[in-house]
């Protein structure tokens, strides 16, 4: 039968590997002896502390697109955790499935712990927890093989899934980047595209509808139409979405979203999403300034998740002090965007100056 934890036959990933040799610290592709399937380790940066960072089960049309998808999110993650004042390091794994391929309950179970023999082969130096297309319940089949894995489900001693702590800073995120582009932190009566209602996008959806939002949202799944009616939103067909007239884009789906063709045809005033790897190139975030629209660098914005996986599992944490960590996001991403226009930079640089200035000290 097929289950609701693989992805469906849908978006395979497609991504370029870096022509430069990788600066990853150790990078391991193995052949899952169960599944058949390609699993890919990358542990980018272990400066700070074991790297952390999820477990992506997602289709691609050929393995070297998982390993260079892999490549860029671990090194996304190095930036995450360091701008995040967390003592981890940044690492990714990626199981692979081959275009035309549904995976079974069984053939899902022998991937992960597939990939739990692959993280205890390194050691310590990375623990994983769930990711797109990964869920706290098969963290636990992981973790049959491994003791490095986090977020397993709460009935198994685990702090469960961040989807509300990542939903949490993206909107923290938000208030801090209407506060610097209007002089306003409301919320109510803006106007918010939110493009992928997953998750995180769903949960974001509904504390922007709460606060007095207005709505236009999407997804690649219709049946997310449901949502949109529940929330009396519009609904706009996905690869129109950053056609809308609106005041904020937050893209929650799947990375790359900001091509060129997309940031030319932007008509918002900023974008603040929980998407991971939104830039399509670097130069997006040059021609995103130079149109005047503000972006909250993804790294900063969505990395609620790994400081809930972070906090919450450590002895003595509470509630309180976790909140506030998560709530101090919108404080770096205020800090971000002063940075900038101080320095007359993109927030790309400004934030990666702060993940690099943590990086240094710990050297």
């Given amino acids: 039968m097929t289950?609701?934890?693989?992805?469906?036959?849908?978006?395979e990933v497609r991504a370029e590997l870096?022509?430069?040799a990788p600066e990853h610290e150790r990078v391991l592709i193995t052949h899952g002896p169960r599944s058949g399937l390609t699993i890919i380790v990358a542990v980018h940066s272990t400066r700070l502390g074991q790297a952390l960072g999820g477990a992506r089960l997602w289709r691609y049309g050929h393995w070297t697109d998982a390993l260079a998808d892999a490549l860029r999110l671990s090194q996304a993650m190095t930036l995450k955790n360091a701008a995040a004042g967390l003592a981890r390091g940044g690492g990714k794994s990626v199981i692979a499935i081959p275009a035309g391929v549904i995976l079974d309950e069984?053939?899902?179970?022998?991937?992960?712990?597939?990939?739990?023999?692959?993280?205890?082969?390194?050691?310590?130096?990375?623990?994983?927890?769930?990711?797109?297309?990964?869920?706290?319940?098969?963290?636990?089949?992981?973790?049959?093989?491994?003791?490095?894995?986090?977020?397993?489900?709460?009935?198994?001693?685990?702090?469960?899934?961040?989807?509300?702590?990542?939903?949490a800073g993206v909107h923290a995120s938000i208030i801090a980047t209407l506060d610097h582009v209007f002089g306003s932190p409301e919320i109510a009566g803006r106007h918010f595209v939110v493009a992928g209602l997953g998750q995180v996008g769903g949960r974001l959806a509904r504390s922007l509808a709460a606060a007095g939002a207005r709505l236009t949202v999407t997804d690649v799944a219709d049946g997310k139409r449901a949502l949109a009616d529940e929330l009396g939103a519009d609904w706009v067909e996905p690869g129109d979405a950053h056609l809308v007239e609106a005041d904020v884009f937050v893209p929650c789906g799947l990375g790359g979203v900001l091509t060129p063709d997309v940031a030319r045809g932007l008509r918002v005033h900023a974008v603040v999403g929980a998407a991971n790897n939104q830039l399509a190139s670097r130069d997006v975030a040059t021609m995103l300034q130079r149109r005047g629209i503000v972006w909250a660098p993804d790294f900063v914005v969505n990395a609620g998740g790994v400081i809930y996986l972070d906090v919450a599992g450590a002895p003595g944490a509470d509630q309180a002090g976790l909140d506030a960590r998560i709530?101090?996001?919108?404080?770096?991403?205020?800090?971000?965007l002063r940075s900038a226009v101080a320095n007359g930079s993109t927030p790309l640089e400004a934030a990666e100056r702060l993940a690099r200035d943590r990086l240094d000290a710990a050297r």
Avoid at 118 to 138: F, I, K, N, Q, R
Avoid at 327 to 336: H, N, P
């Fill in 18 to 20: 870096p022509m430069d």
């Fill in 106 to 167: 069984a053939r899902t179970r022998d991937a992960m712990l597939d990939l739990g023999d692959a993280v205890e082969s390194l050691g310590g130096a990375y623990m994983t927890a769930e990711d797109v297309g990964t869920s706290a319940e098969l963290m636990a089949v992981v973790h049959e093989r491994t003791e490095f894995v986090c977020g397993l489900p709460p009935e198994q001693g685990g702090v469960g899934e961040p989807a509300d702590a990542t939903a």
């Fill in 327 to 336: 709530a101090g996001i919108g404080d770096t991403v205020a800090a971000v």
């Fill in 3 to 11: 289950i609701t934890h693989a992805p469906a036959p849908a978006p």
